[in-house]
């Protein structure tokens, strides 16, 4: 297996379709805001090369429809996730009430090796807007109860985006460390595949 020779880091953003996923990614890569809502149709995907800890990597970011019809893309999206930002806006209890079942679905359809290890961080977006649903006393609650990092931003006044995607790329470095074997014994198995006489294997 050929090494990139700088580390890249897979990290899906999910949650409700409106908590600002887009908004939350083009803020952190473009360092650029719209109000103009275009929901996301599929998966979006952007890329940026970061330090962390001194040490150089690209992360590449994935931003997902929040709505049904697209999570069928699921399996093929989240495989090889190495840290999950579960995003909701903070001004709506629906987005913040619907993260265990992202969360349940990321798991089902990524499967990790270790699905109790696997990072997750939460983010509480649209801290700039006044009419509050989600206080932070019940997010971080719910934070500490399934283990994962909590963060409150605004991707519009650019209000903690950088903090939450280094600490996402330091979870997702640490994450890869620690289950880089995991990673090679797949690939191994699937590049020892069986193959019949007619050249196919027996998938």
Sequence with gaps: MTEWSTQHLKVILIGNSGVGKSSFMTRFVDHRFTNLYRATIGLDFLTKEIT????????????????????????????????????????????????????????????????????????????????????????QQWCSDIGAE??????????????????AARAALQYLKSHSA????DIQIIQNQPKTSNGKCHC
Excluded: M
Excluded at 54 to 76: H, P
Excluded at 182 to 185: C, G, K, N, R, S
């Design 52 to 139: 962390i800890d001194k040490r150089s990597a690209i992360l590449q970011i994935w931003d997902t429809a929040g709505t049904e019809r697209f999570q069928s893309l699921g399996t093929t999206l989240y495989r090889g996730a190495h840290c999950c930002l579960l995003v909701f806006d903070v001004t709506s209890s629906a987005s913040f009430t619907a993260l265990e079942g992202w969360k349940k679905e990321f798991l089902l359809q990524a499967c990790p090796s270790d699905p109790k290890g696997f990072p997750f961080i939460v983010l509480g977006n649209k801290i700039d807007l006044e009419n509050r649903k989600v206080s932070p006393k019940e997010a």
């Design 150 to 167: 909590y963060y409150e931003c605004s991707a519009k006044e650019d209000i903690d985006v950088d903090k939450t995607f280094h600490s």
């Design 182 to 185: 995991d990673i090679e014994d």
